[in-house]
């Protein structure tokens, strides 16, 4: 005769590993609608992209948040740069241009090019 306790035990450890993969699948949804990927980026991929671009924007927000804006005062707000304007400063970074932002020159070039594809790649603003 099969054990009722045990029984119950499986069907609820069975029931809180099912939650944690639902909860893991909705976050993952839940942060790729954030950036802009192109469709070929999946699986795997995908991850590792969207993993990429929430550091950019941590390291978006350690750098540059106090003179662009964002998380200010309770806001989730980025300056809306261009595709054009993003590139220019990373050309211009990598060329240690002296007219490039003082923040920039301190920035490390990786650390650096996860901020600008963060910039790339995220979601603009819904227009209200």
């Not at 795997?44 to 964002?70: P, V, Y």
């Amino acid at each position: 005769m099969v054990n009722i306790k045990h029984m119950k035990k499986s069907i609820f450890i069975f029931s809180i590993i099912g939650l944690f993969i639902i909860l893991v699948k909705c976050t993952s949804q839940k942060k790729a609608a954030y950036y802009v990927l192109p469709d070929q980026y999946t699986g795997q991929t995908r991850e590792n992209m969207i993993k990429m671009l929430d550091d950019g924007q941590k390291l978006f927000k350690i750098h540059c948040s106090s003179c662009h804006g964002i998380f200010t005062k309770g806001k989730d707000s980025i300056p809306n740069f261009s595709k054009t304007q993003i590139e220019s400063y990373g050309t211009a970074a990598l060329q240690d241009d002296p007219k490039n932002h003082a923040v920039a020159q301190k920035i490390r070039p990786y650390d650096l090019d996860l901020i600008l594809q963060f910039l790339l790649f995220r979601r603009p603003p819904e227009v209200k």
